[in-house]
Protein backbone atom coordinates (compact mmCIF):
# COMPACT_ATOMS: atom_id res chain seq x y z
CA UNK A 1 0.00 0.00 0.00
CA UNK A 2 0.82 3.41 -0.75
CA UNK A 3 0.96 5.41 2.58
CA UNK A 4 0.59 8.94 0.36
CA UNK A 5 -2.35 7.75 -1.71
CA UNK A 6 -4.07 4.57 0.16
CA UNK A 7 -4.11 3.05 -3.23
CA UNK A 8 -2.91 -0.06 -3.87
CA UNK A 9 0.52 -0.72 -5.40
CA UNK A 10 0.46 -3.50 -8.57
CA UNK A 11 2.57 -6.46 -6.91
CA UNK A 12 5.20 -7.43 -8.43
CA UNK A 13 4.21 -10.70 -10.72
CA UNK A 14 5.87 -14.17 -9.17
CA UNK A 15 5.45 -17.74 -7.67
CA UNK A 16 4.54 -15.83 -4.32
CA UNK A 17 1.25 -14.56 -5.41
CA UNK A 18 -2.13 -16.72 -4.71
CA UNK A 19 -4.11 -17.66 -7.44
CA UNK A 20 -6.76 -14.66 -6.42
CA UNK A 21 -3.93 -11.80 -6.14
CA UNK A 22 -2.72 -13.03 -9.50
CA UNK A 23 -6.57 -12.32 -11.11
CA UNK A 24 -6.72 -9.01 -9.28
CA UNK A 25 -4.38 -7.52 -11.59
CA UNK A 26 -4.26 -7.27 -15.29
CA UNK A 27 -0.70 -8.93 -16.79
CA UNK A 28 0.10 -9.36 -20.36
CA UNK A 29 0.22 -12.54 -21.71
CA UNK A 30 4.11 -12.05 -22.23
CA UNK A 31 4.26 -11.00 -18.24
CA UNK A 32 2.36 -14.19 -17.60
CA UNK A 33 4.59 -16.27 -20.11
CA UNK A 34 7.82 -15.69 -17.85
CA UNK A 35 6.24 -17.27 -14.70
CA UNK A 36 4.25 -19.52 -16.34
CA UNK A 37 8.23 -21.01 -17.41
CA UNK A 38 9.51 -20.15 -13.76
CA UNK A 39 6.40 -22.18 -12.45
CA UNK A 40 6.68 -25.42 -15.04
CA UNK A 41 3.19 -24.46 -16.15
CA UNK A 42 2.17 -24.92 -19.67
CA UNK A 43 2.13 -21.40 -21.98
CA UNK A 44 -0.12 -22.74 -24.49
CA UNK A 45 -4.01 -22.63 -25.18
CA UNK A 46 -4.04 -18.17 -25.08
CA UNK A 47 -3.83 -15.87 -21.98
CA UNK A 48 -7.34 -16.63 -20.51
CA UNK A 49 -6.45 -20.52 -20.28
CA UNK A 50 -2.60 -19.68 -19.20
CA UNK A 51 -4.15 -17.56 -16.58
CA UNK A 52 -6.63 -20.41 -15.01
CA UNK A 53 -3.39 -23.05 -14.75
CA UNK A 54 -1.06 -20.20 -13.22
CA UNK A 55 -4.01 -19.32 -10.45
CA UNK A 56 -4.47 -23.53 -9.79
CA UNK A 57 -0.20 -23.60 -9.79
CA UNK A 58 -0.11 -20.19 -7.45
CA UNK A 59 -2.89 -22.32 -5.18
CA UNK A 60 -1.36 -25.55 -5.20
CA UNK A 61 -3.92 -27.36 -7.01
CA UNK A 62 -3.57 -29.45 -10.37
CA UNK A 63 -4.17 -27.26 -13.23
CA UNK A 64 -6.53 -27.60 -16.26
CA UNK A 65 -4.79 -29.35 -18.76
CA UNK A 66 -3.56 -27.45 -21.77
CA UNK A 67 -4.94 -27.87 -25.27
CA UNK A 68 -3.17 -30.51 -27.37
CA UNK A 69 -1.16 -28.54 -29.69
CA UNK A 70 -2.57 -28.80 -33.47
CA UNK A 71 -0.99 -28.47 -36.59
CA UNK A 72 -2.11 -27.40 -39.86
CA UNK A 73 -4.33 -29.95 -41.54
CA UNK A 74 -2.50 -28.76 -44.78
CA UNK A 75 -0.30 -26.95 -47.15
CA UNK A 76 -0.41 -23.35 -46.88
CA UNK A 77 -0.95 -21.23 -49.94
CA UNK A 78 1.98 -19.78 -52.40
CA UNK A 79 1.99 -17.35 -54.58
CA UNK A 80 0.76 -16.94 -57.00
CA UNK A 81 -2.51 -17.89 -56.44
CA UNK A 82 -6.04 -16.18 -58.52
CA UNK A 83 -9.82 -15.99 -57.85
CA UNK A 84 -9.74 -20.13 -59.09
CA UNK A 85 -7.08 -21.19 -56.48
CA UNK A 86 -9.36 -23.21 -54.04
CA UNK A 87 -8.71 -22.16 -49.72
CA UNK A 88 -7.38 -25.29 -48.32
CA UNK A 89 -8.47 -26.78 -44.77
CA UNK A 90 -6.23 -25.13 -42.41
CA UNK A 91 -5.36 -22.38 -44.03
CA UNK A 92 -4.26 -19.09 -42.53
CA UNK A 93 -4.74 -15.62 -43.25
CA UNK A 94 -1.15 -15.31 -44.69
CA UNK A 95 0.65 -12.74 -46.22
CA UNK A 96 0.34 -14.34 -49.19
CA UNK A 97 -3.05 -13.99 -49.18
CA UNK A 98 -3.20 -10.44 -47.71
CA UNK A 99 -1.07 -9.22 -51.16
CA UNK A 100 -3.75 -10.53 -53.27
CA UNK A 101 -6.86 -9.76 -51.52
CA UNK A 102 -5.08 -5.89 -51.45
CA UNK A 103 -4.27 -6.67 -55.30
CA UNK A 104 -8.06 -7.20 -56.26
CA UNK A 105 -9.73 -5.05 -53.50
CA UNK A 106 -7.26 -2.54 -52.80
CA UNK A 107 -5.74 -0.75 -49.85
CA UNK A 108 -8.16 -0.36 -47.34
CA UNK A 109 -8.24 -4.73 -47.61
CA UNK A 110 -7.87 -5.79 -43.77
CA UNK A 111 -7.88 -8.70 -42.00
CA UNK A 112 -11.54 -8.97 -39.64
CA UNK A 113 -13.24 -10.45 -38.35
CA UNK A 114 -15.62 -12.02 -41.20
CA UNK A 115 -12.52 -12.18 -43.27
CA UNK A 116 -10.75 -14.09 -40.73
CA UNK A 117 -13.80 -16.75 -39.71
CA UNK A 118 -14.17 -16.67 -43.64
CA UNK A 119 -10.35 -18.39 -44.37
CA UNK A 120 -10.45 -20.30 -41.59
CA UNK A 121 -14.05 -22.20 -42.61
CA UNK A 122 -13.52 -21.53 -46.20
CA UNK A 123 -11.78 -24.86 -47.33
CA UNK A 124 -13.06 -25.97 -50.98
CA UNK A 125 -14.63 -22.04 -51.86
CA UNK A 126 -12.08 -20.33 -54.22
CA UNK A 127 -10.17 -16.46 -53.53
CA UNK A 128 -13.23 -15.15 -55.83
CA UNK A 129 -15.77 -16.66 -53.21
CA UNK A 130 -13.89 -14.63 -50.55
CA UNK A 131 -13.46 -11.32 -52.45
CA UNK A 132 -17.50 -11.58 -52.78
CA UNK A 133 -17.83 -12.26 -48.91
CA UNK A 134 -15.39 -9.11 -48.19
CA UNK A 135 -18.15 -6.99 -50.22
CA UNK A 136 -21.01 -8.60 -49.26
CA UNK A 137 -19.99 -7.46 -45.50
CA UNK A 138 -18.87 -4.13 -45.35
CA UNK A 139 -22.05 -2.84 -43.87
CA UNK A 140 -22.47 -5.43 -41.46
CA UNK A 141 -18.29 -4.72 -40.94
CA UNK A 142 -18.63 -1.17 -40.41
CA UNK A 143 -20.74 -1.32 -37.59
CA UNK A 144 -19.40 -1.25 -34.43
CA UNK A 145 -18.20 -4.69 -33.07
CA UNK A 146 -17.83 -6.51 -29.89
CA UNK A 147 -14.15 -6.53 -28.99
CA UNK A 148 -13.20 -9.53 -27.44
CA UNK A 149 -12.41 -9.74 -24.31
CA UNK A 150 -8.82 -11.21 -24.50
CA UNK A 151 -8.57 -7.66 -26.38
CA UNK A 152 -8.37 -5.60 -22.52
CA UNK A 153 -6.60 -3.09 -24.42
CA UNK A 154 -8.89 -2.44 -27.70
CA UNK A 155 -11.49 -2.05 -25.51
CA UNK A 156 -10.05 0.24 -23.16
CA UNK A 157 -8.84 2.72 -25.66
CA UNK A 158 -12.51 2.63 -27.85
CA UNK A 159 -14.22 3.25 -24.52
CA UNK A 160 -11.67 6.19 -23.54
CA UNK A 161 -11.71 7.27 -26.91
CA UNK A 162 -15.55 7.72 -27.06
CA UNK A 163 -15.57 9.71 -23.67
CA UNK A 164 -12.68 12.06 -24.87
CA UNK A 165 -13.07 12.56 -28.37
CA UNK A 166 -10.20 15.29 -28.08
CA UNK A 167 -7.81 12.93 -26.55
CA UNK A 168 -4.33 12.56 -28.14
CA UNK A 169 -2.66 8.91 -28.42
CA UNK A 170 -0.41 9.83 -25.81
CA UNK A 171 -2.93 10.88 -23.38
CA UNK A 172 -5.41 7.56 -24.11
CA UNK A 173 -2.04 5.31 -23.32
CA UNK A 174 -1.44 6.91 -20.29
CA UNK A 175 -4.96 6.24 -18.66
CA UNK A 176 -4.51 2.54 -20.17
CA UNK A 177 -1.13 2.25 -17.90
CA UNK A 178 -3.22 4.10 -14.68
CA UNK A 179 -6.57 1.74 -15.12
CA UNK A 180 -4.03 -1.40 -15.76
CA UNK A 181 -1.96 -0.60 -12.74
CA UNK A 182 -5.36 -0.88 -10.15
CA UNK A 183 -7.16 -3.97 -9.31
CA UNK A 184 -9.92 -5.14 -11.23
CA UNK A 185 -11.54 -5.67 -7.88
CA UNK A 186 -11.10 -5.35 -4.52
CA UNK A 187 -8.85 -7.83 -2.42
CA UNK A 188 -10.76 -10.65 -0.39
CA UNK A 189 -10.26 -11.22 3.09
Same mark, same amino acid.
Given at each position: ???? &? %????????????????????????AELT???????????? %???????????????????????????????????VNGF????? %????????????? !??? %?? *???????? !? !????? *????????????????????????????????????????????????????AAWR?????????? &??
Open positions: MSSN &T %GAETRPELSAALSGDELSRWYWTLVLARELGVSRGG %GKAALTERLQAALDGVAPPDAPPRTRSTGRQLAAPTVIPA %GQRCSQVLRAYFR !REI %GE *GFHFDAYM !R !RFVAE *GAGRTLADAIAHWHATRQAAAQLQEIGSQFELNRFLRDWCAEHPAGSRAEALAQRDRPRRPA &TG
